[in-house]
């Protein structure tokens, strides 16, 4: 999105969806922003000077400029920071600005491939989204999410890449002639020569009563630095038990907000990381409800109020809820791939390498003399690397590595498709 600009003045409701889904992206891209409830004296003033009336919520004042019913689509587009490809074909085409997009995007520019990565959203994936990641290597200190994002899509750029955000894509598929065509949402189509598919995880749905209803109005999945701003004396409930989970909760925790956490499992180490397991167990604001679920929510006046927790003996609480986060882990984003000719397992996860051989025998559509390479997908030259791969860790530093491994292996079919 470009170089930040000056402080941005932000004025809506905290509990609108509209509202949220604009401070969490410029959370995320580090956009300097100062946030007014529209019913404050301060909001009300500023809705004034402008000329604003709340049918224009979520309005953002830009030094002079004023954005009524602003999204981060339109700032991005006002900015002029939505530039298009600068050529029809590349060498290699990415999809998916993750960890493992960033890092095939980092090792092909380096290695001097013409390189584009298409990315709906803002770079980052679900990682970008997670407050703290203090077990990925080189950050004793650890990092946030979106600030390891930042810094690995400006990498990618440093050496050529160019990105496309908050640009998804809407068509597309492999070539009769080898490689990828690309027809993004806003109809920009682009050849490659190979490619890297990383689509990530979104979060797995949580089946409850009323849940949808109230997204963006007390009820969120993930959970970002943004909410975590005026949190103190809330009551603060996160659904999962995962690293993401348990970040989450120190983090509302050191904003002193009550926090609860809601897990089906017997333990936390089970799937957290055991240096988390012991912070949670150190903290008094952390209540951990172990063999429990959300059996129903409650609301009044259109925003999240109760929550009711059901554990293990059928026992039921009805809680206090300011807010709900729900970090229950992910669906891989590969509703395209069947309809496009990629084999998935059952549970819609990318097939690669080995995983595609049958008996040891390769399939009968495959064209090529060799097996397919490990994390070469049904379709020569289309690699899948990151969360949405068949065997994947669903670590932060696992995606790395299968960007960069994808970008060699993809380097290998380029050495096949050159002329004799």
Known sequence: MGGKRPTLLVVGRRLDPGDHELRDSLTRAAQPYEFYEADSAEGRALLDRHGVTDDGLPVVVDGEQTYENATIVTLAQAWNALTPPTRSHYDLAIVGAGPAGLAAAVYGASDGLSTIVFERDIPGGQAGHT??????????????????????????????????????????????????????????????????????????????????????????????RSESVGAAGKQVVIVGA????????????????????????????????????????????????????????????????????????????????????????????????????????????????????????????????RDPLALETCVPGIFAAGDARHGSTKRVAAAVGEGAMAVALAERRLEELAPA
């Open 131 to 224: 407050s703290m990641i203090e077990n990925f290597f080189g950050f004793p200190g650890g990092i946030e999410g979106a600030s390891l994002a930042r810094l690995a899509a400006r990498q990618a750029e440093s050496f050529g890449a160019e990105l496309q955000v908050l640009r998804g894509i809407k068509g597309g598929g492999a070539r009769p002639e080898g490689g990828m065509r690309i027809l993004s949402t806003d109809d920009i189509e682009v050849t490659a020569d190979v490619a890297v598919v990383a689509p990530g995880i979104e979060w797995r749905r949580l089946e409850v009563d009323g849940i949808e209803e109230l997204l963006g109005r007390g009820v969120y999945y993930g959970a970002g």
């Open 242 to 369: 995962g690293n993401s989970a348990g970040q989450a909760a120190m983090n509302f925790a050191d904003a002193r907000a009550a926090v609860t956490m809601v897990v089906r499992g017997q333990s936390l180490g089970k799937s957290m990381s055991a240096y988390l397991v012991r912070r949670i167990e150190q903290t008094p604001l952390i209540d951990v409800r172990l063999r429990s679920r959300i059996g129903a929510v409650e609301e009044a006046e259109g925003s999240l109020r109760s929550i009711a927790i059901e554990d293990g003996g059928g026992s039921v609480e009805r809680h206090a809820a300011d807010q709900l986060f729900l970090c229950i882990g992910g669906q891989p984003q590969t509703g395209w791939a069947t309809k496009k000719g990629f084999d998935t397992d059952p549970a819609g996860y990318l097939l690669t390498g080995p995983d595609l051989l049958k008996d040891g025998a390769r399939p009968a559509y495959w064209p090529l003399e």
